[in-house]
C-alpha cells in the first residue's frame, strides 16, 4: 500500500520569511495530493492540492510542486504570517480511488 | 452547502459501553472515509464507504470496530465495549466521488473513562 513521509515535523520561521514542506509517496499510481491545515482542535482544512497531471500549482502565498519521478511533492508558503502557524498535513491517493494516505504532518510556528 | 456534519462532537463513555459516532457528508457527496486522530498525532485511516458498501477497511481493528453507511441517513461509526485506548477524536470526510476532493467534518472526540 501507499506510504507517505513528510518533513519537517516542526519548522520555525520569522514572521515574513518562506517555509517549505516536503513529502515523499511510495505508489507510482498516486495521482492525487491535498494539503490539508489543521489548527489546534479544529479540523483538517483543504488548502491546496496538485493532481499528477501539472507540475506546480499556485493560490495566492501558496504553492504546490510535484515531481512524479522521484515522486515527490512540496508545499511552499511565502510571506509568512502568524495566523499560518498550525500543523500541515499532506496526502496522496492512488489511481484506483482508494483511501487518502496521510503523511504525520508538520508542525509549523510562525514567530512575530 | 452544510459542510460535512458529526454528531456527538464530544462523547464520554465508561470501559465496557458502546460508543457511537455520526456522520453526514455534505450533500450530494456519496464517500465517507473515517479517520482517528491521537492527540498530537497524525490522522490514521480506518474505513472508506460509500452508500451501502465498505469499500475498505483495511485500517479498522477486526474486533469491535464496525461501519455503516446506509442508503438513508448518515454513516455511522460504532465502537463495541470501549477501552481507554479508544480516546481519540473521530473525523469524518466526505467526497462527491472515488476522484473528488476529500472535506472533514469537526469531529467528534470520545473520551474514555
Known amino acids: 500500500g501507499e506510504n507517505v513521509e513528510q518533513h519537517p515535523s516542526t519548522l520555525s520561521v520569522q514572521e515574513g520569511d518562506s517555509a517549505v514542506i516536503k513529502c515523499t509517496y511510495s505508489?507510482?499510481?498516486?495521482?492525487?495530493f491535498p494539503w490539508y491545515k489543521q489548527e489546534l482542535g479544529k479540523r483538517p482544512q483543504l488548502i491546496i492540492d496538485i493532481r499528477s497531471n501539472v507540475g506546480e500549482k499556485k493560490d495566492q502565498r501558496i504553492a504546490v510542486t510535484l515531481n512524479k519521478t522521484a515522486k515527490h511533492f512540496s508545499l511552499h508558503i511565502t510571506e509568512t504570517q502568524p495566523e499560518d502557524s498550525a500543523v500541515y498535513f499532506c496526502?496522496?491517493?492512488?489511481?484506483?480511488?482508494?483511501?487518502?494516505?496521510f503523511g504525520p504532518g508538520t508542525r509549523l510556528s510562525v514567530l512575530p | 452547502n452544510a459542510g460535512v456534519m458529526q454528531n456527538p462532537r464530544h462523547l464520554v463513555r465508561r470501559r465496557g459501553q458502546e460508543a457511537r459516532l455520526r456522520c453526514s457528508p455534505m450533500k450530494g457527496h456519496s464517500h465517507v472515509y473515517w479517520y482517528r486522530q491521537l492527540p498530537e498525532e497524525g490522522l490514521k485511516f480506518m474505513v472508506y464507504l460509500q452508500k451501502e458498501n465498505i469499500i475498505d477497511e483495511s485500517g479498522m481493528p477486526k474486533e469491535r470496530f464496525s461501519a455503516e453507511f446506509p442508503k438513508e441517513g448518515p454513516s455511522i461509526l460504532r465502537i463495541q465495549q470501549v477501552v481507554r485506548g479508544d480516546s481519540a477524536a473521530y473525523f469524518c470526510?466526505?467526497?462527491?466521488?472515488?476522484?473528488?476532493?476529500?472535506?472533514f467534518g469537526e469531529g467528534s472526540r470520545l473520551t474514555v473513562l
Open positions: 470526510a466526505s467526497s462527491p466521488s472515488s476522484t473528488g476532493e476529500l472535506f
Open positions: 505508489d507510482s499510481a498516486s495521482n492525487y
Open positions: 496526502a496522496a491517493r492512488d489511481n484506483y480511488g482508494q483511501n487518502f494516505v
